[in-house]
């Protein structure tokens, strides 16, 4: 059994990297805090997940008034 040599292995790895791209810019908007996040992962931000806190947010504070 020989696997099939009819594709470069440059396009395949190609059309691999392209896959993965998409799978990486599924950014989507934070529902509580407005931050790009990306889609089914906690915000980074505010550690909301579906409208809940899932991780606590740090203490740390950021020192720029509104
Ligand atoms: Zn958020």
Known sequence: MTT???HSNSRRDSRRKNNKRVMA???VRCS???AMRISHRV???CGYYNG???VA???KEK???K
């Open 63 to 65: 020192q720029t008034a």
């Open 43 to 45: 915000c980074s931000e």
């Open 32 to 34: 509580n805090c407005g």
């Open 25 to 27: 810019a599924s950014l």
């Open 57 to 59: 947010k740090k203490v």
């Open 4 to 6: 099939s040599r009819r």
């Open 52 to 54: 809940k806190p899932v």
